[in-house]
């Protein structure tokens, strides 16, 4: 998958039946825990599905290589739709605050930069064995 058209096909395979679901569980359903379940498991998929031609963009007009990483793509779109749950969870429960969502961000940038600094590390056999 080396070009973005390829990211917006699956954006858009993702994203549509899951947003189709997450309206027909908001207006349609009670917020039994199955239907709970299936919220997050159903915004999961649409967040991913959304982000994926966004972090495809940016991987390749943003970064010095100009070449889309698909693991790298799809690792942001999934840490990103997990952010999302995991902050829609603690409103849920009402103990979300600006402090918990500093630290949420705050961590999976932090992720990202030392699996980023990870990536650009090269290995060459012979030297400094």
């Known amino acids: 998958m080396k070009n973005v058209f390829s990211y917006f096909l699956l954006g858009i395979l ?24 299936l919220f997050f498991l159903a915004l999961f998929i649409f967040v991913c599905g959304f982000l994926l031609p966004f972090y495809a963009l940016m991987n390749r007009y943003f970064f010095t290589a100009r070449r889309i990483n698909p693991p790298t793509v799809i690792r942001e779109a999934i840490g990103t739709a997990l952010i999302t749950d995991l902050l829609l969870w603690f409103q849920m429960g009402r103990v979300l605050t600006p402090t918990i969502i500093m630290i949420c961000v705050g961590g999976f940038v932090l992720a990202e930069l030392l699996w980023r600094a990870r990536e650009a590390v090269e290995f060459r056999s012979g030297i400094d064995d």
């Open 14 to 37: 993702l994203a549509l039946p899951s947003g189709a679901g997450l309206y027909y569980l908001v207006m349609y359903t009670q917020p039994y825990l199955r239907e709970r379940w």
